[in-house]
């Protein structure tokens, strides 16, 4: 009878046997197959080895097993041992320089110990316990151990090697130590002074971008304002002046030439006892070219630098000697032409200088300080005039005459009056002269 009934389906009454998954045992005529199986192998491996020792010049009696009993030794005649000795004779020497670099390798090895321990108490003896840390201690003496160490497997393979070391090294003493390894001193500079930091491409880039901003700001600032302003606005703040000139030189690069490069090279020809009063100098490069030369440069500027350059405002009063008009005046005098007194300035230098809303009274100041007959040269921006012959008239009426323009450079007009005489002028006349300083347009720069 089935366990169940499935239709389609039978299953037989006895369950399939599953097999058991536990391991035999062997039985015991498999364990004496076994034992006999390992005991022949025994005994081929013993007949083996007796072959191999023979052929070697050993005999087999050292190899011997204690269940065979041992066999009887045949008596040799005189022949027999003579010819057995003969054999054994270069086996014997083989085995005596076996023995013989055995030993020297051991006594290489127990030298070797012998250096690694003197050498670590001799170590351990020289370094003071006050100065040296306990993690200090246990890191040089690994190192120590790690190098005597090698010192030892470079002995022991190369006997010839460790003979001429025999002598234990000694480490150096702490002076030694000092001598052949000086430590650095320690500087008190800063770790910035002592690395200095520099710019990245992108970075400088940046910084000239930022100080070309700047001087931008500033040279509008000083066009479109009055020179009084200007001046409050650099004693205020020097670093203004200074981030201005900055600029400047940075810009005088890119130009075709420099008006102040060529008023150097005119001016070098002059006699050496020509006075040059430089109105707007900036940082006074006029002056530092000709002055080594023997000649006499006044630099003004808003701004002193302690050395080459006056501080003054030159669009309202240079400290210097001259009058308008004669000390001793008649009333004859009103419609007579005069030249001043007590100038002593040959030439008058204003180079890229006529800056503010008041620039007309820089022109005022450089005649009122010339000698009669005296040089005004004048060099500015091209882009600034809106007519040259109107500058040119505007200049003459304060008492010069024209005597040399040159528009050939396509930046800059040079242009070079000669001081003359003129009528007095009433204090009406001089404020429409100085309310006529649109003549000159600022330098504006386009907002990006």
């Not at 005999?59 to 011997?64: G, N, P, V, Y």
């Not at 090895?109 to 012998?114: A, I, R, V």
């Not at 130009?255 to 001016?267: A, D, E, F, Q």
Request: aromatic residues 6%; positive net charge.
């Amino acid at each position: 009878m089935s366990l169940f009934e499935v239709p389609g389906w039978s299953v037989g009454a006895a369950p399939v046997a599953s097999q058991s998954k536990k391991r035999k045992r062997p039985s015991k005529k498999e364990k004496e197959v076994d034992e006999v199986d390992e005991a022949q192998m025994i005994k081929a491996a013993q007949k083996n080895i007796e072959k191999l020792m023979q052929s070697l010049g050993t005999t087999s009696d050292a190899l011997d097993v204690e269940d065979e009993p041992k066999p009887s030794k045949k008596k040799r005649t005189g022949k027999e041992k003579k010819e057995k000795e003969a054999a054994a004779e270069p086996e014997k020497v083989r085995g005596t320089e076996r023995d013989g670099k055995k030993s020297r390798e051991q006594k290489a090895e127990g030298k070797g110990k012998q250096a690694e321990k003197v050498s670590k108490a001799e170590f351990l003896a020289e370094i003071p316990e006050e100065k040296a840390a306990p993690t200090q201690k246990k890191q040089k003496a690994k190192q120590k151990e790690k190098q005597q160490a090698k010192h030892a497997d470079t002995a022991a393979v190369d006997p010839v090697a460790s003979s001429s070391a025999e002598a234990p090294t000694h480490p150096a003493s702490p002076k030694a130590r000092n001598t052949e390894q000086p430590k650095p001193k320690k500087s008190n500079k800063p770790n910035n002074a002592e690395k200095p930091q520099g710019l990245t491409p992108l970075q400088a880039n940046m910084k000239k971008s930022l100080d070309g901003a700047r001087f931008r700001l500033i040279n509008e600032t000083l066009y479109k304002t009055d020179s009084a302003k200007a001046h409050e606005l650099m004693r205020s703040d020097p670093a203004v002046f200074a981030d201005y000139h900055t600029g400047f030189r940075h810009q005088v690069e890119s130009w075709p030439t420099n008006p102040v490069s060529h008023y150097i090279s005119t001016l070098s020809s002059y006699p050496k006892k020509t006075v040059i009063a430089d109105l707007g100098c900036g940082d006074a490069a006029l002056a530092r070219a000709l002055v080594p030369k023997g000649m006499s440069v006044l630099s003004f500027d808003l701004v002193s630098d302690s050395a080459y350059v006056i501080e003054a405002d030159t669009c309202d009063r240079v400290p210097l000697p001259g009058s308008e008009r004669p000390l001793e005046e008649s009333a004859d005098d009103a419609s007579d032409e005069h030249v001043g007194e007590g100038q002593v300035v040959d030439v008058v230098v204003c180079a890229l200088s006529l800056m503010g809303t008041n620039w007309p009274g820089c022109i005022r100041e450089a005649w009122r300080i010339l000698k009669a007959g005296g040089e005004l040269k004048v060099a500015e921006v091209a882009s600034r005039f809106t007519s040259v012959d109107e500058f040119t008239s505007f200049v003459c009426s304060f008492g010069f005459t024209l005597t040399s323009k040159d528009d050939r450079n396509t930046h800059f007009t040079l242009f070079e009056f000669e001081k003359a005489s003129r009528k007095l002028k009433s204090e009406k006349e001089w404020k429409k002269l100085m309310a006529r300083g649109a003549i000159l347009k600022p330098c504006e720069y386009k907002r990006r």
